[in-house]
């Protein structure tokens, strides 16, 4: 399949980091929004290709801090990538949020989706890497 769809650049300020994102189709607000978020090493632009296929629905794909063009400004902890991505949703107003995250994305997205649950409708989880509830103990992130 041949890649057809008009997918518009577009930035945004974040506690002093840049982060870089990348939409499609329209906003409404009935039909929400498919939220990709792309693993460690990754970038946005690999959603390209399940993108073409959601067809005119509202599609963002955002790159991580540290990843594609968003600011190379640390620090590089998934708790941090969580956080930047609750922010992100919050700036953007998303709502009724399809999340699909792959690996470190897939951790971010359930970040997000446990402190902003009426904002989501349903997640998609790649190989999230999710620990035992132990291993969290001290967050932030634990109700």
Known sequence: MKITKKI??????????????????????????YLLVHATGFHARCWDRTIDYLGEKHVVAMDIRGHGRSDKTGPYTWDVFGRDLQNFITVLDLNNIVGAGHSMGGHSVTLAASMFPWRFARLVLIDPVIMAPESYKGSEYIH
């Not at 870089?20 to 409404?28: D, L, N, T």
Request: hydrophobic share 20%.
């Open 8 to 33: 518009r650049e577009h930035y945004v300020d974040l506690d002093g980091i840049r982060l870089c994102y990348f939409e499609s189709g329209r906003e409404y607000q009935e039909e929400g929004t």
